[in-house]
């Protein structure tokens, strides 16, 4: 596989609609999913670990079926970006929903395949969840996450996202868009 090493922040190498990212050496593409990637997406699935699929989904695995591959690119239901090497659009190494909630508010959601974590990704694609809230008329993001998940809520709180109200198991985290830092939307939003 081509596994990048550990190394530096990803650099973003052009400002296009699909956004390019080099990280470790590998050049990644970002953009929106069809129905195309379904397999992509199932197949990075499998690759991803247990506990990464425990906190992405807080529990196994749910089935991928056609119906949620339909709900991911359901431009009514909210916006999915598959993440790839160039020339590579079946390897999908990460996936980002931004999915509608209710009338202001969208939920984002992250997974980034275990081999390519640590790496600086999960940053960069929360703020083209971000810069793609508009387009939701989101003014509200909201993000489910485990208390113990120390990255996501790193994220999050870099992003500027409040610090939870609540405790427990999951935090139910808000990110009011007025006080993040957006940047012109990219990924076809
Ligand atoms: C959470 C997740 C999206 C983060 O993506 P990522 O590409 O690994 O994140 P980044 O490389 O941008 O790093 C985010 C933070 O985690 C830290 N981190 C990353 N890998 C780490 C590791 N192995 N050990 C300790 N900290 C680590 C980074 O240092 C960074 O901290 P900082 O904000 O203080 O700089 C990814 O780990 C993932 O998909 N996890 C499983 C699913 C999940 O938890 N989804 C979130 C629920 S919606």
């Not at 590579?88 to 974590?117: C, I, K, S």
């Not at 990255?151 to 610090?163: F, N, P, T, V, W």
Request: charged share 20%; with cysteine.
């Amino acid at each position: 596989m081509n596994r990048p090493p550990r190394g530096p922040r990803p650099i973003r190498i052009s400002p296009q609609a699909h956004p390019r990212l080099r990280v470790g050496g590998v050049d990644l593409v970002t953009r929106p999913m069809t129905l195309d990637d379904a397999q992509g997406v199932r197949d990075m699935h499998e690759r991803c670990s247990p506990e990464s699929l425990r906190l992405r989904y807080f529990g196994p695995l749910p089935r991928l079926s056609e119906a949620v591959m339909r709900l991911f690119t359901d431009p009514g239901r909210g916006i999915t970006l598959v993440t790839h090497p160039e020339g590579e659009p079946g390897r999908v190494v990460a996936m980002t929903n931004l999915m509608d909630l209710e009338p202001g508010v969208a939920e984002v959601a992250l997974l980034v395949e275990d081999d390519w974590q640590g790496r600086g990704l999960g940053h960069v694609l929360m703020r083209y969840a971000l810069a793609l809230a508009p387009s939701r008329r989101a003014r509200v993001i909201t993000a489910s996450v485990y208390a113990s998940n120390s990255r996501m809520l790193s994220i999050l709180k870099g992003a500027g996202a409040e610090q939870p109200s609540m405790t427990g198991l999951i935090l139910d985290v808000r990110l009011p868009l007025s006080s993040s830092a957006t940047e012109a939307a990219p990924c076809g939003g």
